[in-house]
């Protein structure tokens, strides 16, 4: 006895060409969400670099803020600490600053060289310090050079500075700093204080202004778009041998 089958003509399915187009699709679609999701990630290292850069330069500026006002400690009523001829602004605007003050004068562990002058390696570290700025590839340096702490060798504060000016003054100030849409880097400073500047040797008071660049965020147009601008940073430091009371 034979079995009949129905034959109920072909199976359902895609064509070559269907396949195709869906295949295009997907890799349309695929590429759309690669460049949004690297977009995205570019976004936030630009973003995650600025805070960075921001977070380097507040921490050596800090650091060089309690040091200065520690100059001129222990040394003659008319030495504010400040070594004029290491503390100069050079044809790039960027200021360097040398500071020394006899921190162990009262400690009795101190032999006598180091407790009444400053000459005396590793017992006189942090007595005579100069802070400076350094060019490397693609950025600049915030550097400190301890004469006496016996390696010969700077320390990096900061890695990420554009640019940093010191100005000195014989009492307190007040100034203006550029707006947040600054781009040009010789304007990244402070600007009308209410003194008149005074030479490096007759300051009482110092004005450290630092000048981060911060890399665009995003794209023209798009949300949350931020433009490239420069901030400035400052620290007012009154000198541990000034008259505190006027200030």
């Not at 295949?23 to 977009?39: F, G, Q, S």
């Not at 040009?184 to 660049?213: F, M, Q």
Request: hydrophobic share 40%; aromatic share 6%.
């Amino acid at each position: 006895m034979k079995t009949q089958v129905a034959y109920k003509g072909k199976d359902a399915g895609f064509s070559l060409v269907e396949l195709i187009i869906a295949m295009m699709l997907t890799l349309v679609v695929l590429t759309i969400a690669t460049t949004l999701l690297a977009r995205s990630l570019n976004i936030r290292t630009r973003a995650n670099d600025n805070v960075d850069a921001l977070a380097d330069a507040e921490r050596g500026l800090n650091i060089m803020s309690r040091e200065i006002s520690q100059a001129g400690f222990n040394l003659l009523p008319s030495d504010n600490g400040i070594v004029a001829a290491d503390s100069i602004t050079d044809a790039n605007g960027n200021s360097t600053i040398r500071i020394r003050a006899n921190l162990n004068r009262f400690d009795t562990t101190a032999p006598a060289n180091a407790r009444n002058g400053i000459s005396q390696p590793d017992w006189d570290v942090g007595e005579d310090i100069k802070y400076y700025i350094y060019p490397a590839a693609e950025t600049t340096l915030l550097a400190r050079y301890d004469a006496y702490d016996g390696t010969g060798t700077s320390t990096v504060l900061a890695n990420k500075l554009d640019k940093m000016r010191i100005h000195y003054f014989a009492q307190k100030v007040t100034y203006s700093t550029p707006p947040a849409t600054e781009t040009n880097l010789a304007n990244c400073d402070i600007t009308a204080p209410s003194a008149a500047e005074v030479l490096p040797g007759g300051a009482k008071y110092v004005v450290i202004a630092v000048c981060v660049k911060q890399q665009a965020v995003g794209v023209p147009g798009g949300a949350g778009y931020q433009p490239a601008h420069l901030l400035v940073l400052t620290s007012d430091v009154a000198l541990r041998n000034a008259n505190l009371v006027n200030y």
